[in-house]
Structures are given as C-alpha cells and as structure tokens.
C-alpha cells in the first residue's frame, strides 16, 4: 500500500516539472531566438515479486513474471532546435540565422557564447553587439559609414562618403556543434559549450552545413502556443489522476487500521 502512495508522488513530481518547463516555453513565446524545452521522463526500477521462469510445478514454469514498477523520474529536459519563424524588422543590423549555427559571442569573462538572437547594434567604438552590449564578431563600422548591408554569406560592408566602392567592413562567422541539444543554457537566450555539445566549429555562413545571414530579419521563438496549452491542460489532468490515486491508497489504509 506504501508502494502505492509512493509510486504517485513521483508521478506528481514529474508533471511539476513539466509545468514548470511548460510555463517556462510559453514565458518565452515572445523571446527572439528562443528555443522550447520538452521534458522526458524514464520509469523507476522494478520490484520482481516473481522473476519469469520461476517453477510452478513438476516441470512446469511461469511464462512471465510478476513486476511492479515503483514510479518515475525526470532524465532530461530536450531543447527543441527548430527553425523560428523569420520576422521581417527593417532594421539593417539585425540578422536571422536561416539553418543550423549560432552567432558566436565575446562574453565579459573572455569566454565565448553562442546565440540565434540577431537583434544587434552599435557601441560607442563601433562594434556589432547584442542588446546587452557583448560583441559579435572582429566588425567594426566607422562613424561615417551608411547604408550597412551584410550578405547571406556573413560580409558586412558599407557605403563611406567620398569612396565609389562599398568598404569591406569584416565577416561574421558562423558556429556550428556535432551535437547542438547539448550546449548549455547561460540565459539571455545564450548557450555554452559542454563536452556533450562537442567543440564549436567557426566557418562563412553558408558553408559546412551552416545556415545563411537574413538582413533585417529577427527569428522569433519556435514556440507554439497552442501546443503549450494542450501539453498544460495533459499535465494538468495527468497531476489530478496521480493525486486520486493517493487518495485512494489513503483511505484504503484508513480501511486497514479500522479492521476489528
């Protein structure tokens, strides 16, 4: 009976977690570059009663054995790489990334992020930074220089008073990972690099798998909505069910103390 009550409990604590990675995605429905967590669980060890095999009789054995399982438990929660939907901005210094890759980023430790977050500006030296002020890249654009443009290839130029030509202002490259859904989320939709994700690996856009560059473009989150609350409302009913069968294992034992 104590089986029971127990077994529940992990059931209730695995739809905790996926509420909370639930309320998490949808949260960050409107976060540009977000990418949604799925959570996955794995049952529990099980106790064998009787292990398959074991002998009925003169020369006769049990087909199947008697198990029962003692619950289950979280084992990961999986990030969903899915291409976001590309917004159009109007924004010349903003970049969506059409494919696999990440925007490698220069963080304040020295250390080197990775975003899909193409919502960048300019310092005050000149420098392609994100919102928050971390470089992107080695691209410097001088004072004077108009009409940006960034090619599907990475080449950031621009327009420069007094010269015919376009200046060629750097290359944004482009990281890529062997196994991209094991970075490590920093927040700030950035990632780092784990042993799980593999090494980064920097190339042109376009090139070795990598996406291409989207000027003016902005991708938005890749989660849906409606999904989310189909996923809330099975959580929801599966919390409910987990906690009737406490319930029940309660007043069975209440059953039990009251036998005369």
Avoid: C, W
């Avoid at 490259?173 to 950035?190: D, K, S, V, Y």
């Amino acid at each position: 009976m104590f089986r029971s009550l127990a077994t529940a409990a992990s059931g209730m604590e695995a739809q905790q977690t996926k509420l909370d990675v639930t309320a998490n995605n949808i949260a960050n429905v409107s976060t540009n570059g977000f990418k949604k967590e799925r959570a996955e669980f794995a049952d529990l060890m099980y106790q064998t009663l009787r292990p398959a095999g074991a002998p009925t009789g003169a020369g006769t054995s049990t087909p199947t054995g008697t198990e029962v399982g003692l619950g289950t438990r979280l084992v990961a929660t999986t990030r969903e790489l899915g291409q976001g939907e590309l917004h159009q901005t109007g924004n010349p210094l903003d970049l969506a990334i059409e494919g696999h890759g990440f925007l490698p980023v220069t963080l304040p430790d020295g250390t080197t992020g990775y975003t899909r977050n193409g919502a960048l500006q300019l310092n005050a030296e000149g420098r392609l930074v994100t919102t928050e002020g971390f470089p992107v890249g080695d691209v410097t654009v001088p004072p004077e220089a108009q009409a940006i443009s960034i090619s599907a290839t990475g080449q950031v130029s621009a327009t420069i008073p007094g010269q015919a030509q376009p200046a060629d202002l750097g290359t944004i490259q482009i990281a890529t990972f062997a196994n991209p859904a094991g970075l490590a989320a920093a927040g700030g939709t950035m990632f780092k690099e784990t042993v799980a994700s593999g090494s980064a690996v920097l190339g042109s856009p376009g090139e070795g798998g990598a996406g291409t560059m989207r000027q003016s473009m902005l991708e938005v989150s890749n989660v849906n909505v409606v999904q989310e609350m189909i996923d809330l409302i099975s959580g929801q009913r599966a919390y409910e069910v987990n906690s009737r069968v406490v319930k029940a294992a309660d007043e069975m034992l209440g059953q039990t103390a009251q036998l005369r």
